[in-house]
């Protein structure tokens, strides 16, 4: 972050700490917000397939400082269209918290799929984390446009596909994301720098996550 010009990110777990060791995941970055304060905002994972106890956890995890939180469907191994997800969603939804998602893999967690949600909760702010990348990434203008309380998240989308989406639906609604270790933070932000000239990039870089993060009324 400090090599790149980064001031603050958001932060969550990730592979087995996101599919079965949530408690150890939250914590680890719960640990980190703290000894970072000002430069971390950290999300909150656990498995609906876990029931009470995944609320139990979300339930420490807002105790802990956590401020949002992520799902994977893929690999948490459930279908994002399936109600089991719906309880972890209104509890973000009576936190105030947004949810970000990993989309892009069929048939776990496709772009209209998360529209589906993000219009089942119109309070709670959605991210499509990865930009729906990459299959059904030509259902992403849609469902943008469908939901006024969804934002895309850039990692791995090229910019000229970006710039083009950026050029239809406006600049509001998409949030700069690196998926950082898996994918380089350089080169993510070097493909923000390379969006079509005129294009103003601040909100994506800073503003739009500050929207994402503020409650819905």
Same mark, same amino acid.
């Not at 914590?27 to 994972?45: L, N, Q, T």
């Not at 989406?165 to 993510?188: A, N, Q, R, T």
């Given at each position: 972050?400090?090599?790149?010009?980064?001031?603050?990110?958001?932060?969550?777990?990730?592979?087995? *700490?996101? $599919?079965?060791?949530?408690?150890?995941?939250?914590?680890?970055? $719960?640990?980190?917000?703290?000894?970072?304060?000002?430069?971390?905002?950290?999300?909150?994972?656990?498995?609906?397939?876990?029931?009470?106890?995944?609320?139990?956890?979300?339930?420490?995890?807002?105790?802990?400082? %956590?401020?949002?939180?992520?799902?994977?469907?893929?690999?948490?191994?459930?279908?994002?269209?399936?109600?089991?997800?719906?309880?972890?969603?209104? *509890?973000?939804?009576?936190?105030?918290?947004?949810? #970000?998602?990993?989309?892009?893999?069929?048939?776990?967690?496709?772009? *209209?799929?998360?529209?589906?949600?993000?219009?089942?909760?119109?309070?709670?702010?959605?991210?499509?984390?990865?930009?729906?990348?990459?299959?059904?990434?030509?259902?992403?203008?849609?469902? %943008?446009?469908?939901?006024?309380?969804?934002?895309?998240?850039?990692?791995?989308?090229?910019?000229?596909?970006?710039?083009?989406?950026?050029?239809?639906?406006g600049v509001e609604k998409f949030v700069f994301g690196?998926?950082?270790? #898996?994918?380089?933070?350089?080169?993510?932000?070097?493909?923000?720098?390379? %969006?079509?000239?005129?294009?103003?990039?601040?909100?994506?870089?800073?503003?739009? *996550?500050?929207?994402?993060?503020?409650?819905?009324?």
């Amino acid at each position: 972050m400090d090599g790149h010009g980064i001031e603050r990110a958001a932060i969550g777990p990730a592979k087995n *700490f996101t $599919a079965v060791d949530n408690k150890a995941g939250n914590s680890y970055i $719960a640990a980190a917000v703290r000894k970072h304060p000002g430069r971390f905002v950290g999300y909150a994972v656990a498995s609906p397939w876990y029931g009470t106890r995944a609320l139990r956890e979300l339930e420490r995890a807002l105790d802990l400082g %956590l401020s949002g939180l992520m799902i994977d469907p893929a690999l948490q191994g459930f279908v994002l269209t399936d109600p089991q997800i719906h309880p972890l969603v209104e *509890f973000a939804a009576d936190a105030g918290w947004p949810v #970000y998602c990993a989309t892009g893999t069929p048939v776990y967690a496709m772009p *209209f799929q998360l529209a589906e949600l993000a219009e089942r909760y119109p309070s709670v702010n959605f991210v499509m984390g990865h930009g729906g990348f990459s299959d059904f990434w030509y259902d992403v203008p849609d469902s %943008l446009r469908r939901c006024p309380n969804l934002w895309l998240e850039t990692s791995y989308v090229l910019p000229t596909q970006l710039s083009r989406w950026i050029e239809d639906l406006g600049v509001e609604k998409f949030v700069f994301g690196s998926d950082h270790p #898996y994918s380089s933070l350089g080169i993510e932000l070097g493909k923000i720098r390379l %969006l079509k000239e005129g294009i103003d990039r601040r909100p994506i870089l800073e503003a739009n *996550f500050v929207e994402v993060m503020r409650r819905r009324a």
